[in-house]
C-alpha cells in the first residue's frame, strides 16, 4: 500500500471541514447501499455509482447560494444529496417506488427537484449540457443573479452539441459553469485514448470563455476554484468552465467489470489521493477532531443510509394510473 502525503494545514474552519467530511460521507455511504440492493435486484436498468468523485459536487455547492441551479448527466445520485434532496426520496426513486422524487417513474437517470433547483440527471450523452444554457438564459433574462452548474464528463466533452452551447453562452453572455468531471474514462475508454487535447476546459477559448483545471480529490481547492467561477458569473462576466480531475472507483455502471484498468491503478488513487481520507487528515492531524468524533458521524450517516434503504423497501409500487400522469398527450 502506497503512503499517503501528510495533509497540508487548511484554512477551513473546523465547522467547514467537518460538514464537507459528512456531505461526502453520506454520498460515499449511500452509493455503496445502492450498489448493494442493485445486487439485490431491487434497483432495475442501470445504476452510476459515483464513488470517488464526492469532492466535486461537494465543493461546488459551497460555492453555490439558494436560487442556483444544477443539471448532470446519469451519474447523478451525488449531485442529488449534495444540494440537499432527501436520501430517502432518492433511493426510493432509485428502486422505482412511489416515495420516490418523481413517483418511481424517473429512476436514476430521470429525477428532479424543483425545490431544489435540482434539473435532473440525462441519460442522452451531452444531452444536459444545452439544457443547462437553457437554464440560465432564463435567469438572465429574468434579472437575477443566479448561476446554473452544467456538470458533463469528458465523454461528453467530445460531443458537438457542448460547443454549440459554448458558442451561444458566450454570445449571450450567460451564468453558467461549465464543469467537465474528467474521471478519466468515458465508459471504458481512457481520455488519453480519446482525445488529443491536452486539457479539455481550454477548448472554451476558441469562443473566448475563460477557465481553469482544478484539483477534484481535494474539495477545498475545489470550492476555491467555484467561488471564483460564480463570482465571475454574477458579476456579468458569462460562462466559465472548471475542468475538474476527479476518478472513478467503481466502473462505469453496475453491469461493467472495469477490465480496461488495474486494480493497482484504482489503488493506488484510493490510497494516496481519496478525498474523504484527506479531509479526514486535515481534521485529525489538525488537532480539529478526534477519530471518535469521525466514528460518531459515520454511525450517524450508516443511519441515515439504512432508513432511507428500509423506506424505499416499505414504499410501495407506483399505481398504474401514474401510467396517464406527466405525459403530453
Given at each position: ?72 448527466s446519469y451519474r447523478d445520485h451525488g449531485h442529488m444529496l449534495a444540494c440537499g434532496m432527501d436520501a430517502k ?241
Amino acid at each position: 500500500m502506497a503512503a499517503r502525503k501528510p495533509a497540508a494545514k487548511s484554512n477551513a474552519s473546523r465547522d467547514d471541514l467537518l460538514k464537507y467530511y459528512r456531505e461526502m460521507l453520506l454520498i460515499r455511504r449511500f452509493e455503496e447501499k445502492a450498489g448493494q440492493l442493485y445486487g439485490m435486484g431491487l434497483i432495475g436498468g442501470f445504476c452510476h455509482l459515483y464513488i470517488g468523485q464526492e469532492a466535486v459536487v461537494v465543493g461546488l455547492e459551497a460555492a453555490a447560494k439558494e436560487g442556483d441551479k444544477r443539471v448532470t448527466s446519469y451519474r447523478d445520485h451525488g449531485h442529488m444529496l449534495a444540494c440537499g434532496m432527501d436520501a430517502k426520496g432518492v433511493m426510493a426513486e432509485l428502486t422505482g417506488r412511489a416515495g420516490g422524487y418523481s413517483r418511481g417513474k424517473g429512476g436514476s437517470m430521470h429525477m428532479f427537484s424543483k425545490e431544489k433547483h435540482f434539473y435532473g440527471g440525462h441519460g442522452i450523452v451531452g444531452a444536459q449540457v444545452p439544457i443547462g444554457a437553457g437554464l440560465a438564459f432564463a435567469d438572465k433574462y429574468l434579472g437575477n443573479d443566479n448561476v446554473t452548474f452544467a456538470y458533463f464528463g469528458d465523454g461528453a466533452a467530445n460531443q458537438g452539441q457542448v460547443y454549440e452551447t459554448y458558442n451561444m453562452a458566450e454570445l449571450w453572455n450567460l451564468p453558467v459553469v461549465f464543469v467537465i468531471e474528467n474521471n478519466q474514462y468515458a465508459m471504458g475508454t481512457s481520455v488519453k485514448r480519446s482525445t488529443k487535447s491536452p486539457s479539455l476546459w481550454e477548448r472554451g477559448a476558441a469562443y473566448g470563455i475563460k477557465g481553469e483545471a482544478v484539483d477534484g480529490m481535494d474539495v477545498l481547492a475545489v470550492k476555491a476554484a467555484g467561488e471564483k467561477a460564480v463570482a465571475a458569473c454574477r458579476a456579468g462576466e458569462g460562462p466559465y468552465i472548471l475542468e475538474v480531475m476527479t476518478y472513478r472507483y467503481r466502473g462505469h455502471s453496475m453491469s461493467d467489470p472495469a477490465k480496461y484498468r488495474t486494480r493497482e491503478e484504482v489503488q493506488k488513487m484510493r490510497d494516496e489521493k481519496d478525498a474523504i481520507e484527506h479531509v479526514r487528515d486535515l481534521l485529525t492531524t489538525g488537532g480539529l477532531a478526534t477519530e471518535d468524533d469521525l466514528k460518531a458521524i459515520d454511525r450517524d450517516i450508516k443511519a441515515i443510509v439504512n432508513d432511507a434503504a428500509e423506506f424505499a423497501k416499505d414504499s410501495p409500487e407506483p399505481d398504474t394510473a401514474e401510467l396517464w400522469t406527466d405525459i403530453y398527450a
